[in-house]
C-alpha cells in the first residue's frame, strides 16, 4: 500500500491504467478528488458505472450510441447514398465537427493487421458490405498508416466491383505546416494529389 | 453534445475537470474505457462511488483513512514523542516512503495565507497545538515557498514556549543537482544549513 488506505490505492490503480496516466498522476488525482465535494466522486462515479449498460453500438454503423439507431442513422435529412469509413468511434465525432460530412458513418472498429492477427473477420467489413444496397459512394477516412493503406485498398477492391465510387481523403501538407518540414512521403503524396486551384 | 451521447459527453466533462486533463485527453480516456471490458468501468466507478465514504479523516493527526485512529497513529512500534507536520495528506505517503520518520504524523490541510483568506482557524494547528501533551519534538515538514515559511514560524512561535523542540526539513541543493544549475536563494539556504561531514 503506497497511500496507507487500501481504497485510495485501488482508485490510482483503476487511474494509472489509463493511458498517458502514470501512477504520480493517477495519486494527484485522486487526492484532488478528495479534495472536492463527495457529490463529484459520486456522480462520476455513478457515470462510469453504468457507462457500458447506457452506450452500446448502433446496430447500423456500430458507432457508440445510447439509442439504436444512433441519431445519425435515423437522421432523415442527412445524405443516405453516402457512407464515410473510419477506424475508431472517436474519428466519427472529430469528423462531424468539421461539418464537411452530412452522409452517414461506418465504424470499422479497427483495421486490417495480419502481423498482430487482425483479419477481415475481426472488423466490421461484413456489415459494411450488406449496407451498400442504394449508397452511390464510399468515402474512407482510415488513418495513412501502412495498415490503414492496406485496408482502404482491400476495401476498394470488395465495393468497387459493385459500381460505387470509392474515395479516400487527402493526404498532403497539414495546414498552417510549412513544406520545409514535412516528410519526403507525405511530400510526395501532396504532389500526386494535387487538385485544381 | 460533442461525441453524438449525453453519458459519453458526461463522463468527458467529469475527466476533464481534473487538474492536467483538457478536454481531448478527457475524450480520449472516455474512449480507451469503453473499449474495456465492463468489469473494468464497473469496478473503477464503484471505488469512485464510494471513497468519500470510505476514506475519512484520522480524528488524531487528518491524515485520510479507513479506520480511526489511522495505521500510523495506532501503530504502537512508532515513536510517540515526535510529530512531523506536513501541509497535506500526499506528503505523509511521500515522506512514509522515504523510511526516515519514526514518529507520528499532523496534517494541517493547508498553510497561512494572508491573501486567500487563509487563517490559523482553517488549518488544523489547534489540534496539533492539543495533542503536544509528551511530545518532546515537533519536525515542520511545509514547502519551501514563502507561506510555507510563515506557518513554520507561526507554528514555531506557538510550540517553543511548550519546550519542546522546533526543528524543519533542510533546504539545500537537490542530490544529484549541480551547483550551477541551482537559485540563489536555494544556495543561500544551503550555506546557511552546512551540516558536519
Given at each position: 500500500?503506497d ?8 482508485l ?9 496516466i502514470?501512477r504520480?498522476?493517477?495519486?494527484r488525482?485522486?487526492y484532488?478528488?478528495?479534495?472536492q465535494?463527495?457529490?463529484f466522486?459520486a456522480?462520476f462515479?455513478?457515470?462510469l ?7 452500446i ?10 439509442q439504436d439507431p ?5 437522421n ?5 447514398n453516402s457512407?464515410l469509413?473510419?477506424e475508431q468511434p472517436?474519428?466519427?465525432a472529430?469528423?462531424?465537427r468539421t461539418k464537411?460530412?452530412?452522409?452517414l ?8 493487421n495480419p ?5 477481415p473477420?475481426?472488423?466490421k ?10 449508397i452511390?459512394?464510399v468515402i474512407?477516412a482510415l488513418?495513412?498508416t ?11 477492391k ?9 474515395r479516400?481523403?487527402?493526404?498532403g ?6 513544406l ?10 501532396a504532389?500526386h ?5
Amino acid at each position: 500500500m503506497d497511500n496507507q488506505t487500501q481504497s485510495l490505492d485501488n482508485l490510482v490503480s483503476h487511474f494509472s491504467s489509463l493511458p498517458s496516466i502514470g501512477r504520480k498522476t493517477a495519486t494527484r488525482l485522486v487526492y484532488h478528488i478528495l479534495r472536492q465535494s463527495p457529490e463529484f466522486a459520486a456522480r462520476f462515479g455513478q457515470d462510469l458505472l453504468t457507462i457500458h449498460e447506457k452506450v452500446i453500438f448502433c446496430s447500423n454503423c456500430f458507432n457508440f450510441t445510447e439509442q439504436d439507431p444512433c441519431p445519425i442513422c435515423s437522421n432523415t435529412e442527412r445524405r443516405s447514398n453516402s457512407i464515410l469509413v473510419v477506424e475508431q468511434p472517436s474519428d466519427v465525432a472529430l469528423i462531424e465537427r468539421t461539418k464537411e460530412f452530412k452522409g452517414l458513418y461506418h465504424v470499422l472498429h479497427g483495421v486490417l493487421n495480419p502481423l498482430e492477427g487482425i483479419g477481415p473477420e475481426d472488423l466490421k467489413i461484413r456489415d459494411l458490405i450488406s449496407r451498400l444496397e442504394g449508397i452511390t459512394e464510399v468515402i474512407i477516412a482510415l488513418n495513412p498508416t501502412v495498415e490503414g493503406e492496406v485496408t482502404a485498398q482491400y476495401l476498394a477492391k470488395m465495393i468497387k466491383p459493385l459500381e460505387i465510387k470509392v474515395r479516400k481523403i487527402a493526404s498532403g501538407i497539414p495546414m498552417g505546416h510549412q513544406l520545409e518540414f514535412s516528410d519526403e512521403a507525405t511530400l510526395a503524396r501532396a504532389i500526386h494529389g494535387a487538385t485544381e486551384v
